[in-house]
């Protein structure tokens, strides 16, 4: 297929390795068999602009591949098309494949743009059942997926889904958390002091260091101790 021969272009096999020990490729971590062929993001968004055009087709058998990057590859041709396509088409192409969508990065640059767009002006009820799915990375796309709200300053879904994660046992899950309600304090601040008040006491601390993290040093301290 020419897109996956377009992309092999560009890799590298010493960033391949790279890749592997950064994305936890190892026996019973979260990428555990995650094969990859060392293309970075950049070069991946330039092969996805060039087939943007790429029928359904091709897409899928490029988001079904055992390959770490042609996964992500299609899902940045998804987002490239949503920007002129039939959305809703897209998005039903996306959810029929979610579970191509296993591992962090193809969940932070893919969730927002499309469910996440998509869902704005709609019931969030499928993000609260993703929410609460054993699937790791539906949790993942579930709580990234109200990036897209929360930059139109739409909070409630977010605070809503991180009370239904607040006890995940998965630091991925902890740090998408705490990096959605950063998110929030940068456009209200106020907001997230009162999410924090009545919830910081029982928070995961890496979830609590990534929502605190603009606020002042000593401030930081004083929530990290307790003493707010």
């Known amino acids: 297929m020419e897109i996956s021969t377009t992309l092999r272009r560009y890799s590298s096999t010493e960033r391949a390795d790279v890749s592997k020990r950064f994305f936890k490729t190892g026996l019973g971590q979260y990428g555990e068999g995650d094969v990859f062929i060392g293309v970075t993001v950049p070069n991946c968004r ?5 087939f943007r055009d790429a029928p359904f087709s091709d ?6 591949s055992k390959t770490h990057e042609d996964r992500l590859t299609a899902l940045l041709i998804l987002v ?9 088409e897209i998005v039903s192409f996306y959810l029929a494949n979610l579970k191509q969508v296993n591992n962090w990065d193809l969940v932070d640059l893919s969730a927002d743009k499309l469910l ?5 002006d709609k019931e969030k009820t499928y993000l609260y059942k993703l929410a609460q799915s054993r699937n790791l ?3 993942r796309i579930a709580v990234v997926s109200t990036f897209n709200f929360i930059k139109k300053r739409q ?9 239904m994660l607040m006890l995940d046992e998965h ?5 998408a958390c705490g990096w959605m309600l950063r998110e ?9 002091e009162t999410f924090l008040a009545m919830h910081y006491k029982k928070m995961p601390r890496t979830m609590l260091r990534y929502a605190i993290e603009r606020f002042s040093a000593e401030r930081r301290k004083r929530y990290l101790e307790g003493s707010i």
Do not use: C, M, S
């Open 46 to 50: 330039t092969v996805a602009k060039q």
């Open 155 to 163: 909070f409630e879904p977010t605070f809503k889904i991180v009370e």
């Open 171 to 175: 630091d991925l899950i902890h740090k």
């Open 184 to 192: 929030i304090g940068k456009r209200n601040e106020k907001y997230l």
């Open 137 to 139: 990375w539906e949790r």
């Open 59 to 64: 897409i899928e058998r490029l988001i079904t």
């Open 80 to 88: 490239e098309k949503y920007k002129k396509g039939d959305k809703k």
């Open 116 to 120: 996440g767009e998509y869902l704005f």
